[in-house]
């Protein structure tokens, strides 16, 4: 009887073995040991991204248009899920107990933010699962970051709450510190404590130190140190923190906001370094997207004659790294990218 692995369990077993051998290379994507072990299953390693883009998600006024949001949102959780209904996918992804989190970005404020239409269609799509509204908390690091991106706080107990970290008692972190890896760091208890599972949501820019700020690297809003860790272009430490438990067995899906995207200048907004892009990377694998979302600004970067992150000295090496971890696939060859 063959028994088929999922990807990441793979990449576990993938890990467990180059530890014995103590061997890192054992692990590139890219080698011949990679390649043949359990080739019969290489299909199983496969990603999907799903690039939702239309011109209309921004409407003649230049607002975000919720109905086409939602509709491209739907169509894209089908085909991650290989679901035939959207109610079957967003239960595919979410249970009626979950408590789920989704973490913004809202350092840039209303300027570049994820779009309260994109937080809205999230929202609806979880509700469909059978959450209840209450159980659902939108959240960042701060309350004042969230009212700046346009985002009301909401406490009560009725209908879903939106809070910074710094709302709860205490500052809102954990008194003790959690090792993993090159980390060393105090979690939110939203994201350690109340949540059960995480929506990641993301905007599409560059980093002028990671290189790139998309999903993975969305998650230094959840620790209380991250000033600590930009050191090497973020690496490993943005892969070993991905890696702790409370982001990686919580997280269940990433909406990257790329209606507004930036390929130079990051993390702060610098509008002459921005294009209307006017499109969304959806997926459950966060270095696949990431990776995709690399190669966007690449392409961008490109068109306007500027140097390749590489050779500016921020290539968003995390990536590879987290690849490595076992927390998703890297190599483009193995990501499918589904334009819709």
Same mark, same amino acid.
């Given at each position: 009887m063959t028994i088929k692995k999922s990807r990441r369990e793979f990449l576990k077993d993938a890990t467990s073995i180059g530890t014995g051998l103590c061997t890192s290379s054992l692990l590139l994507s890219n080698s011949?040991?990679? =390649?043949?072990?359990y080739a019969e299953d290489r299909t199983s390693l496969r990603s999907r991204v799903i690039l939702a883009?239309?011109?209309?998600?921004? =409407?003649?006024?230049?607002k975000a248009d919720a109905t086409v949001i939602r509709m491209a949102m739907d169509s894209a959780l089908l085909k991650i899920t290989n679901s035939e209904k959207p109610l079957n996918a967003w239960r595919n992804l979410f249970n009626k107990n979950d408590i789920v989190g989704i973490k913004l970005n809202c350092l840039a404020g209303n300027r570049f933010s994820p779009h309260t239409e994109i937080v809205e269609a999230i929202i609806n799509g979880i509700k469909s699962a059978g959450v209840r509204e209450s159980n659902i908390i939108i959240f960042e690091r701060f309350n004042r970051e969230l009212e700046s991106a346009g985002f009301n706080i909401r406490r009560g107990s009725n209908g879903f709450k939106c809070f910074?970290?710094?709302? +709860? #008692?205490s500052g809102g972190y954990d008194?003790? #510190? +959690?090792?993993?890896?090159s980390i060393g760091s105090c979690f939110s208890k939203i994201a350690s404590s109340l949540c059960t599972a995480i929506v990641n949501v993301p905007v599409l820019k560059d980093h002028d130190l990671a290189g790139v700020s998309i999903g993975m690297k969305n998650f230094f809003g959840i620790i209380h140190n991250p000033n600590k860790y930009h050191d090497s272009n973020c690496n490993p430490y943005v892969a070993d923190l991905n890696s702790h438990p409370f982001i990686k067995d919580k +997280?269940?899906?990433?909406?990257?906001?790329? +209606?507004?995207a930036q390929y130079h200048g990051g993390p702060a907004f610098k509008p002459q370094w921005t294009w209307d892009f006017r499109g969304m990377l959806i997926g459950t694998d966060p270095v696949a997207l990431d990776r995709v979302g690399a190669q966007i600004i690449e392409k961008k970067r490109k068109e306007v004659n500027m140097s390749s992150l590489k050779d500016a000295g921020r290539e968003p090496k995390y990536i590879q790294t987290a690849a490595r971890l076992g927390l998703g696939v890297d190599d483009p060859s193995l990501i499918d990218v589904i334009a819709i």
């Open positions: 011949s040991f990679f =390649n043949t072990l883009k239309d011109k209309r998600f921004i =409407n003649a006024n230049g910074g970290t710094d709302d +709860l #008692p008194s003790k #510190p +959690l090792m993993m890896g +997280l269940r899906l990433i909406v990257c906001d790329a +209606l507004k």
